[in-house]
């Protein structure tokens, strides 16, 4: 099993940064890809950002040039680096981990609010 556990999150005025984390713990060697998706109120859960454990990175198309995402596989923390903030980035953010031969582990979501 795998454990995920995010920090970071919170109130942030628009064009400002935010930083979040998320650490795994647990059966972590079957740990590939991590990454980051957000959920917005009476929207649909979407991509914000991926990373494979060799470093290629993938972004949606919402977040490309003011997002950047990090792991530190020593720590199997992955991490969200929230630049030029926009209130439509508003939303909960999880985490989610994908492992070999088994399925997805998301976490529990945190909250970042963007206010204009």
């Known amino acids: 099993q795998v454990q995920l556990v995010e920090s970071g999150g919170g109130l942030v005025q628009a064009g400002g940064s935010l930083s979040i984390s998320c650490a795994a713990s647990?059966?972590?060697?079957?740990?590939?890809?991590m990454g980051w998706y957000r959920q917005a109120p009476g929207k649909q859960r979407e991509l914000v950002a991926t990373?494979?454990?060799?470093?290629?990175?993938n972004y949606g198309d919402s977040v490309k040039g003011r997002f950047t995402i990090s792991r530190d596989n020593a720590k199997n923390t992955v991490y969200l680096q929230m630049n030029s903030l926009k209130p439509e980035d508003t939303a909960v953010y999880y985490c989610?981990?994908?492992?070999?031969?088994?399925?997805?582990?998301w976490g529990q979501g945190t909250q970042v609010t963007v206010s204009s």
């Open positions: 989610n981990v994908e492992r070999r031969l088994s399925s997805s582990v």
């Open positions: 647990g059966s972590t060697l079957s740990i590939t890809t």
């Open positions: 990373i494979t454990r060799g470093g290629r990175e």
